[in-house]
Nanobody, 111 residues
Framework: QVQVVESGGGLVQPGGSLRLSCTASGGIFRIYGMSWYRQGPGKQRELVAEITAGGTTNYADSVKGRFTISRENAKKMLYLQMNNLKPEDTAVYYC?????WGQGTQVPVSS
């Protein structure tokens, strides 16, 4: 059975940095694309960043140049490095592995 678990969220001040992690157990990790989504207060869930099995990345325009998605297949880990965070980045961040979702980790950006 596949389990997806996010970690690393927490309160951060505007301009600060945070790194989210996601681990996926079960399945053949290296063959799937993975992605980070987020859902802000009163907003729909949106794609933040994605990475293919081969390492090709894609980002939402709102986070380009500030966020970096990466993966370590040997450790079955996915990361999202978030720099220069803004209040509008406040959201619950979700990891998606194939068709499986984690429970989310909260990232409030506030002074």
């Amino acid at each position: 059975q596949v389990q997806v678990v996010e970690s690393g969220g927490g309160l951060v001040q505007p301009g600060g940095s945070l790194r989210l992690s996601c681990t996926a157990s079960g399945g053949i990790f290296r063959i799937y694309g993975m992605s980070w989504y987020r859902q802000g207060p009163g907003k729909q869930r949106e794609l933040v960043a994605e990475i293919t099995a081969g390492g090709t990345t894609n980002y939402a325009d709102s986070v380009k140049g500030r966020f970096t998605i990466s993966r370590e297949n040997a450790k079955k880990m996915l990361y999202l490095q978030m720099n220069n965070l803004k209040p509008e980045d406040t959201a619950v961040y979700y990891c998606r592995y194939s068709s499986y979702w984690g429970q989310g980790t909260q990232v409030p950006v506030s002074s």
